[in-house]
């Protein structure tokens, strides 16, 4: 199961990709 935990985590960070990417810029810039 950790395998399929690993895969669904990384088609989220792609598909959020962008999302993720913004707000870690706002994390990073408050």
Known sequence: ML???LQS???INV???SKLG???NLEIDP
Do not use: E
Request: hydrophobic share 35%; charged share 40%.
């Open 15 to 17: 598909v959020d990709g």
């Open 9 to 11: 985590k990384d088609v």
């Open 3 to 5: 395998l399929g935990d």
């Open 22 to 24: 913004r707000i870690s």
